[in-house]
């Protein structure tokens, strides 16, 4: 015989299993599946930063709208160093910051430029802006701004360095491989 206790436990099983089944957004924050009325559009704002030849740069895009839409954008501000996004079908649902990285061009001048002594590393308190965008890391915006701040100050640290560019750990140390703060 089935005690009420039992009965109790198949009871709130069945519910919850009745629950996710037919209300699965009660679990989800995501409105992607969200119905848009035709006659309201909705607009949604995405930033894109990095390795680009301006600061920063927002749009105002259809709400549901791909990456892919926003290539066209990005290949006017982008410069020789930025990395494109491969992944064109993402769409975007909310305000979004796309932050573009940086290829890694190697030194090409590291055979031909001799920095004190018999060094191969640049000097990022010396060198020329174009030597600067061949380390890693440093575009022509970032160059610039390493330009701008040694005007008033000699760079002394790659934390310095680090703070002024905006950048990661893992990129000061491949920028640690190929330059010097002297």
């Known amino acids: 015989m089935i005690k009420k206790k039992e ?13 996710i089944a037919f209300y699965p957004k009660i679990f989800a924050n995501d409105d992607s599946n969200a119905t848009i009325n035709p006659d309201e559009t909705r607009y949604i704002k995405v930033t894109i930063s990095g390795e680009i030849k301006v600061d920063s740069q927002t749009y105002e895009v259809p709400y549901g709208s791909t990456l892919g839409n926003l290539m066209y954008q990005i290949n006017l501000i982008k410069n020789d160093y930025t ?7 993402t769409r975007l ?20 430029v001799q920095i004190e ?6 000097n990022i308190n010396t060198a020329p802006k174009e030597l600067l965008v061949t380390i890693y890391g440093i575009g022509e915006k970032r160059a610039e701004k390493i330009i701008e701040a040694r005007k008033t100050n000699k760079i002394t640290s790659f934390i310095e360095l680090k703070s002024l560019l905006g950048v990661s750990d ?13």
């Open 83 to 89: 990395i494109m996004p491969t992944d064109y079908k």
């Open 7 to 19: 009965i109790f436990i198949i009871i709130i099983i069945v519910l919850l299993t009745l629950i």
């Open 170 to 182: 893992e990129i000061i140390e491949k920028i640690k491989k190929q330059a010097v703060c002297q």
């Open 93 to 112: 649902y909310k305000d979004t910051q796309i932050i573009l990285d940086t290829i890694d061009i190697g030194n090409k001048y590291s055979d031909d």
């Open 117 to 122: 002594g018999a060094s191969a590393l640049i």
